[in-house]
């Protein structure tokens, strides 16, 4: 029994359930594709839209469909954002409405993904139940005066849009324009709460953790600084934004997440119930700043299909966002928000054909802009969508129906790609919680100046530039026999489920690079208190614990080359079974800079340093040999490529003009023209020759 504020019995059911969630390992697939020919897959390509009919009337609302009906359009996104016009208020529900619509995009010959709108809550729900409300903090209960500033913890929350998702689902379930569902449109994109409910749950999530308070204190080295806890009563919920220790914030970041994937679970378990055909794709936010979810060690759980909402900047950056919503999947990426225009921004024309080429070298299969009609009022009255505040279609429009129409030849031609990279590099959220505490005394911002996403990308660069299609994947979760070689930049925190997988896969016979500031911390975020790398040294050969900054960019004899650096971390390696294959040449003893061992019969191989890019990406290319892998068609800077059925997709993401060489004479698919030698591609173009 806990003394002081006892923990309800919802609490501790719900706080049980979240902890059996987070403590699983890699599950069976939310709902596999096999064995469903009629759900999207390949021979399938989908050009649509995001529509909020709530905003249009009924006149408007056939306007609308004529124009996309023109345009070619055969998906629109609809329900999202919309709790309190399916139910206005509590236990009334007004479908007719939506009924109208659906059947008119079915005649219409356009399909529908339907998202259950749990968040934003509406303002009814609120005021009947306050545990929804979010309160900071310092305590101080907040209105909710913006979208997703919901509790979605609240015991309350959770029934009633559970009841909202099985109303809908009966309903629509069976709808032929019904062609997928979405979940919790932006799902993570919350705030944490602070109130005594939140409190009872968190601390009934950690019992369910640790067991004991014990086996807590010890996780949380609660012995420093005087912060020993007798009983269950005197634990606190860790401050979001302040001071703490990284294990306690650790612990607070993994219990909203499983806060976040009980919640989806709640819905995805109506739908096994009631809709067990239709396939997910929820527009998630997992990487969102305030909560997120581990999303990487959850995909197999909540998702069919790897969806996110698609705004581009730089192409590389890109690349790594697809992936990483890709996941683990095999089937294809929808992009359940498209770049059209944008927040104060127009759009450029050619720009969006430019991106959605890109995506389908990355897999993707469907192109959903945001939004349809640009926003009259709220938040978002200047975002400009596909057509304009006086309902006329401009430009966009058009360039939106071309589109449509390409994708109806590319659907013959072997696209949407589908299947698994050979490649993976990983990315792990709880190595990103504790490199980014929270503010406060900390000695990790002293430590680690890096910048983790960075890193990443810089692993994931020499695949990109190289036209290589590369996973992005948690190393502790996905199977890992398939690949061919997987980098760990920054594997910071890595728990039992990540060295286990590592060992096995290199004793398998695989190729793994990791990099410095990898294996520091356990499970908990404490240090280990064995050699570094933790619970890996016999798999790499070497221990790693003294590290030092060079007063000069670090250079690097790697064969004939010298290489200079950028970031002055690294780490003495202190080889006992690896061999050196590079030094240092600018250290005070040129210490080893990058090892191999061998070990069963594959490799494990070390870089000393942060992933940066003057060292990382000529060591990945050169394992390309050995590995197994072949670069992609050679292209300049800012044309992307892959071979697709014996043709070539290029795609010129920059603003100018670019020239590519080919051997002999070529046919693009897409105009019928000819080119030998070169092909000439105009800004943002696309060529896809044969």
Partial sequence: MVKGRNLTKAALSVAMCLGAAGSMATSSLAQSAQGHPQWPGKGDLYVGTNYQPVDRSTAQIRQD????????????????????????????????????????????????????????????????????????????????????????????????????????????????????????????????????????????????????????????????????????????????????????????????????????????????????????????????????????????EISTYGALGFYPGDPADAAVDVMFNRAGHTTPVWFNEFTAGGGGYYGTPGRSRMW??????????????????????????????????DDRPPWKVGEFARIAAEMKTLKTLGFPRTGRPDVAVAYSYQTNWLVNPPPGPNTMQEYYKADYRKQVGNAYFPFFRDNIDAATIDVGHDRLDTYKLIVMPTAYLVDRPTSDAIRAYVKNGGTVVMTGYSAKVDATGKWFDTPLPGGLTDVFGLRTNAFYRADTPLTVQFGTATLTGSDPYYEVLEPSTAQVLARFTNTGNPSPAITVNRYGKGRAIYLATAAQPEFIQPLIRS???????????????????????????????????????INGRRTDALTGRTATGTVDLEPYGVALMR
């Fill in 65 to 300: 469909i004529a124009v996309m009906k023109q345009a070619g359009f055969n998906v629109v996104r609809m329900g999202d954002l919309s709790w309190d016009a399916f139910e206005p208020q509590e236990g009334q529900f007004t479908f007719e409405w939506f009924d109208a619509i659906l059947d008119q995009m079915q005649a219409a010959g356009i399909r529908v993904v339907l998202d259950i709108p749990g968040e934003p809550a509406p303002t009814w729900l609120h005021k009947h139940y306050p545990g929804v409300d979010i309160v900071d903090q310092n305590g101080t209960r907040l209105n909710a005066a913006t979208r997703y500033w919901d509790n979605i913890s609240d015991p309350d929350y959770r029934r009633l849009a559970k009841r909202l998702a099985d109303r809908m689902l009966q309903r629509y379930a069976k709808h032929p324009a019904v062609i997928a569902i979405g979940y919790d449109n932006e799902i993570g994109n919350g705030r944490m709460s602070y109130s005594a409910a939140d409190r009872d749950r968190f601390v009934a999530w950690l019992q369910q953790r640790y067991g004991t308070i014990a086996a807590l204190n010890k996780a949380w080295a609660t012995q420093r600084w005087s912060r020993r806890i007798n009983d269950w009563s005197e634990v606190d919920l860790p401050y979001e934004r302040g001071p703490g220790p990284n294990e306690r914030y650790l612990d607070l970041r993994r219990y909203w997440s499983d806060d976040t994937l009980g919640a989806l679970k709640d819905l995805e378990a109506v739908r096994k119930q009631r809709a067990p055909d239709v396939p997910v794709l929820s527009n998630l936010w997992p990487y969102a700043g305030q909560k997120g979810f581990d999303f990487l060690r959850s995909w197999d």
């Fill in 356 to 389: 959605a080429y890109f995506g389908l070298l990355y897999y993707s299969q469907a192109f959903l802009a945001w939004t349809f009609n640009s926003h009259l009022g709220g938040e978002e009255q200047a975002l400009f969508g596909l057509i304009d505040h």
């Fill in 623 to 661: 394992l390309y040999p050995s590995v197994g892998i072949t670069p992609g068609p050679v292209t300049p800077d800012g044309v992307s490529a892959r071979i697709v059925d014996g043709r070539t997709l290029y795609v010129n993401t920059t603003a100018k003009p670019a020239k590519v060489t």
